[in-house]
């Protein structure tokens, strides 16, 4: 089992920058990272994956170009660069740990964190 906490939420205008960070502990070895999202009324959605190397990355079509994920596994910390934001990212975002590949399917993720709140004005 892996214990994820997120940090780096919060309100931020359009067109600004924010990064997420996800710190685990436990049984962190060789465990594929993601970083979902979920607004008000909608389901959750993958927004980013990592794999345990950092060799593989994936994203969402609607955050390519301007999320970037990266992990630093000496610190047991996984990232998410968010640039560009625009009000439709506001959600609350969760981070993810899987053993194995990267999923873009939440089924495919057995531990998660509280979540952390993103607001994007317009």
């Known amino acids: 089992q892996v214990q994820l906490v997120e940090s780096g939420g919060g309100l931020v205008q359009a067109g600004g920058s924010l990064r997420l960070s996800c710190a685990a502990s436990?049984?962190?070895?060789?465990?594929?990272m993601g970083w979902f999202r979920q607004a008000p009324g909608k389901e959750r959605e993958f927004v980013a994956g990592?794999?345990?190397?950092?060799?593989?990355?994936a994203y969402a079509d609607s955050v390519k170009g301007r999320f970037t994920i990266t992990r630093d596994n000496a610190k047991n910390t996984v990232y998410l660069q968010m640039n560009s934001l625009k009000f439709e990212d506001t959600a609350v975002y969760y981070c993810?740990?899987?053993?194995?590949?990267?999923?873009?399917?939440?089924?495919?993720?057995?531990?998660w964190g509280q979540g952390t709140q993103v607001t994007v004005s317009s």
């Open positions: 993810a740990a899987r053993s194995g590949s990267v999923y873009s399917s939440a089924a495919q993720y057995a531990d």
């Open positions: 436990g049984r962190t070895f060789s465990v594929s």
């Open positions: 990592i794999s345990w190397r950092g060799s593989i990355t």
